[in-house]
């Protein structure tokens, strides 16, 4: 079983939906929760980060972990064109640096 | 603030070849990563150098990948030789930080195809 397991997708929405991307994982020893956003050709980029269970909102976007459950969520509100891109969680255990990704969800959202 | 820089973007060798891959981190960054993504898949952390040391080489295969981070700032990968499994993106980050900030910078990666 792998440690971090998310849908690849790919995920095709319209314009304006509400989008919902996830992750469950294994080690309850993770405290670190983050989703990074990657371009075709580009490298990844952080775009939310959260240490507790609950809801973090930035704008449009809202992360939500579930540590009883194991479980992390994006939700993208009125989605863009823009927000075409893969989509990668990644969890670290406390007191390292160590990163593990999960595959990423592919998401495309048309006009 | 100039970000991460990698370099090759593109290179295509015959297997048992060997390829070189730099990195200019951002400035000042203390701490610099070297990630595997393989198509369709997730980074793998390769190695994580703080200054010029190296913090994590867990998952490096070291039979055939080098690492070094002369002087605390710029770092090459070396693959030598090459395998058809280790066609994949090369991307460096750095950290201003360490300890679960989860705030790495990427560069855009060296995409590497062996043959």
């Known amino acids: 079983q792998k440690e971090v397991e998310q849908d690849p997708g790919p995920l095709s929405v319209p314009e304006g939906a509400i989008v919902s991307l996830n992750c469950t994982y294994s080690n309850s020893a993770f405290q670190y929760f983050m989703w990074y956003r990657q371009y075709s050709r580009k490298g990844p980029e952080l775009l939310m980060y959260?240490?507790?269970?609950g809801n973090k909102e930035d704008g449009r976007f809202t992360a939500q972990v579930d540590k009883s459950s194991k479980y992390i969520s994006l939700f993208i509100r009125d989605s863009q064109p823009s927000d075409s891109a893969t989509y990668l969680c990644?969890?670290?255990?406390?007191?390292?640096?160590?990163?593990?990704f999960g595959t990423g969800t592919r998401l495309q959202v048309f006009p | 603030e100039a970000g991460v820089a990698q370099s090759p973007r593109y290179k295509i060798i015959e297997k048992r070849q060997s390829v070189a891959f730099w990195c200019n981190p951002i400035?000042?960054?203390?701490?610099l990563y070297w990630y595997q993504q393989i198509l369709g898949q997730g980074p793998k952390l390769l190695i994580q150098f703080q200054n010029n040391g190296v913090v994590d080489d867990s998952q490096l295969p070291k039979d055939r990948f080098s690492a070094e981070r002369l002087k605390g700032v710029d770092s090459t990968l070396k693959i030598q030789p090459a395998k058809l499994e280790d066609s994949a993106v090369y991307l460096c980050?750095?950290?201003?930080?360490?300890?679960?900030?989860?705030?790495?910078?990427f560069g855009e990666g060296s995409r590497l195809t062996v043959l």
């Open positions: 980050a750095s950290s201003s930080r360490t300890g679960n900030t989860g705030e790495l910078f």
């Open positions: 400035s000042g960054h203390a701490t």
């Open positions: 990644a969890m670290s255990v406390y007191n390292t640096d160590k990163l593990i």
């Open positions: 959260t240490y507790s269970s």
